[in-house]
Nanobody, 114 residues
Framework: QVQLVESGGGLVQPGGSLRLSCAASGSIISINFMGWFRQAPGKEREFVARITNDGITNYADSVKGRFTISRDNAKNTVYLQMNSLKPEDTAVYSC????????WGQGTQVTVSS
């Protein structure tokens, strides 16, 4: 089992920045991918970004150039630095980890509004 705890969400004005963190614990050896999905009200969950053990990253087109995912293996933590935030980035952001099965965090709310 893998446990994931997110933090760092909140309210930010358009153009602002936030950094989300996702700390993994439990059976973390051999986790292949960690990353983020998000779900806005009334919309389906969508992929945001992921990072492999080797540091290879992938991003949704909607966040490329604005969001950066990184991984601190010593702390078993993944970060999502979000810059130039837009109102359409408002969503619940959920961290995930893939190790055979996929594990999810509880989610953290990000609201971009003036």
């Amino acid at each position: 089992q893998v446990q994931l705890v997110e933090s760092g969400g909140g309210l930010v004005q358009p153009g602002g920045s936030l950094r989300l963190s996702c700390a993994a614990s439990g059976s973390i050896i051999s986790i292949n991918f960690m990353g983020w999905f998000r779900q806005a009200p009334g919309k389906e969950r969508e992929f945001v970004a992921r990072i492999t053990n080797d540091g290879i990253t992938n991003y949704a087109d909607s966040v490329k150039g604005r969001f950066t995912i990184s991984r601190d293996n010593a702390k078993n933590t993944v970060y999502l630095q979000m810059n130039s935030l837009k109102p359409e980035d408002t969503a619940v952001y959920s961290c995930y980890a893939t190790k055979g099965a996929t594990y999810w965090g509880q989610g953290t709310q990000v609201t971009v509004s003036s």
